[in-house]
Structure formats: structure tokens, C-alpha cells
């Protein structure tokens, strides 16, 4: 069975036109996480989401097709697979376009909407590392990021990690869950392959970090905060990134070696979190591997 065989075999002829379709409603409650995580899968939409989980072989369950699309976008996704050796998505269906556009996220709407499962092998719920943990990444490159709440601003954070190669992002398990649509559709696809780690107890991990010899910074607007650009970094320094509108906890401050916080102007209070992000990360790995 060559390429385009084996991505159309499990295509439905059918168009369904029904909200009350089965299939069709599973879809649509993947916009709540607590039946992502019950099912352990995710929803995303678009074109170049499409592809980018194709290259990066994700376990696709679905791919549902626009009708008045679904020949074009069928014909890339074929391609796609065939260039890549991938199997494709269990099943491919293709909904009529009324019924499309009541239940994508998109406001303008591309024509694909597909399901995955969780990335499980990069996306790991971990309570707390050990000291060994730690020294086994003693190459990495690696941020921590503390309650960003925005869906949106945590896929930002993850593209701009992936581009300016961050090895590893490790997350409090109060951020955004980062299966969110919202999330997935800002990382560009970047959620895919970059490696994250979500944990209860940051301050914990900081002083595991630090216990390897690693230096910690937060960013905080404190009074003995370090300018941005002011310091040497060294290859293995770690910045954490605070809450859109509270920053970092006391407790997690506490347990960084310093502060660290970026020049501005007195013209806002503050930089978007995603923004700020950017900046740190740019300072902190982007110079020495981009």
C-alpha cells in the first residue's frame, strides 16, 4: 500500500451535517480540559497545524475536513504523509461547511480540525525532580515559568523557546494547560516538539537546579533586581517568568540566587508576559545558540 493509500483508507464518504453526530460532539468537548485530560487528547486547527503534526508524527485520531475544502487540504495532507512515510489519522471525516464553522475555534475558519493524543514522550506531569534528575541535564538549556494563566501567552512562550532554543521548559501545574486551542494555535506547532515538564513544587526544583551548581534568576521588578544586560550570564543560568498581573510568589523569589529585571521606559508598568518572556530568553539562551 503506497502513501496516499494508506492516508485514505480510513476516510468517510459520508458528510455529516449534524451537531448531535457522535463523533462530532466528542470533537467539540475537547474544548474543556477536564475531557482532554479524560481522554488524554486534544483538538487543533488549521493548515499549518496540520502539517507541522504530520512532520512531527503526532498519534492523530482525527482529521475532519470543511466539504467545500476537503479535496485541496486532503490532497496536501496525502502529500504530506507520503513525504514523511506517515500513516495518517485513524479517521478522516468531512463535515458539511455550516456545520464546520459552528465548531471551529477559528474565526476565519481554514478547513481542517483535528484530534491528537497527548505528547506524553515531551510533556510529562512530574511531582518533583531529585538532584540526579537534574545533573542527567547538565547540557540543557532550561526556563521555568510560574502561574502564566493565558493560554495565548503560553503558546507564545513555547514558540519563542523552541526558536531561540531553549532545551527545556519547565512549568507550575497552575500555568494554562498547554493543550488549551488557544495555546496550541500560538505556539504555531512548536508545542509538538519542544520538551516541557510540568511540576507542583517550582521552588523545590529551583533549589534542585541550584544544587547543581546552576544560578537562578527571577524576574521581578525588586529594588535589588539586576538590570537585564547589565551581568554576565553564564551558559547554564536559569531565569523563571512570572504571572501576567502578580508575577513570581515570594517563595519562588526567595529561592533564586537574584533578581533580574528588563529596563523600560516610564511610559507602562510593565511588559506582556509573553513579551517579557522573549526578552529573558533571548538574554538568557538565544545569544549563545541561535
Same mark, same amino acid.
Given at each position: 500500500m503506497d502513501g496516499k493509500e494508506a492516508v485514505f483508507v480510513n476516510w468517510s464518504q459520508e458528510v455529516i451535517c449534524s451537531r448531535q453526530n457522535r463523533t462530532v460532539v466528542e470533537l467539540c468537548k475537547l474544548s474543556d480540559r477536564k475531557a482532554r485530560e479524560a481522554h488524554c487528547s486534544f483538538r487543533f486547527d488549521g493548515i499549518k497545524l496540520l502539517e507541522e503534526a504530520v512532520r512531527n508524527r503526532l498519534a492523530l485520531e482525527l482529521v475532519a475536513l470543511r466539504e467545500s475544502s476537503a479535496e485541496r487540504i486532503g490532497r496536501a495532507y496525502s502529500e504530506w504523509?507520503? $513525504? %514523511?512515510?506517515?500513516e495518517g489519522a485513524k479517521r478522516i471525516l468531512v463535515l458539511s461547511d455550516e456545520l464546520f464553522d459552528k465548531i471551529s475555534e477559528e474565526k476565519s475558519p481554514e478547513g481542517v480540525i483535528c484530534v491528537a493524543k497527548y505528547i506524553d514522550k515531551f510533556q510529562k506531569n512530574i511531582t518533583i525532580y531529585n538532584s540526579a534528575d537534574f545533573l542527567k541535564l547538565k547540557n540543557e538549556r532550561i526556563v521555568l515559568v510560574e502561574s502564566v494563566r493565558d493560554p495565548s501567552n503560553i503558546g507564545a512562550i513555547i514558540r519563542s523557546a523552541a526558536a531561540l532554543g531553549v532545551d527545556r521548559l519547565i512549568m507550575s501545574s497552575d500555568c494554562a494547560d498547554i493543550y488549551h486551542p488557544r @495555546?496550541?494555535? @500560538? $505556539?504555531m506547532g512548536t508545542l509538538f516538539n519542544q520538551p516541557i515538564d510540568r511540576v507542583d513544587d517550582l521552588a523545590q526544583v529551583i533549589a534542585q537546579l541550584r544544587g547543581t551548581g546552576r544560578r537562578v534568576y527571577a524576574a521581578a521588578l525588586d529594588p535589588s533586581a539586576k538590570r537585564l544586560g547589565s551581568f554576565a550570564i553564564s551558559e547554564h543560568d536559569t531565569v523563571v517568568i512570572g504571572n501576567e498581573g502578580h508575577g513570581?510568589?515570594?517563595e %519562588?523569589? @526567595?529561592a533564586c540566587d537574584a533578581c533580574v529585571m528588563i529596563p523600560m521606559s516610564d511610559r507602562a508598568e510593565s511588559f506582556n508576559a509573553a513579551v517579557a518572556a522573549s526578552l529573558l530568553m533571548w538574554e538568557f539562551v538565544g545569544k549563545t545558540t541561535v
Open positions: 504523509c507520503e $513525504s %514523511t512515510n506517515f @495555546a496550541v494555535r @500560538a $505556539s513570581l510568589t515570594d %519562588t523569589i @526567595a
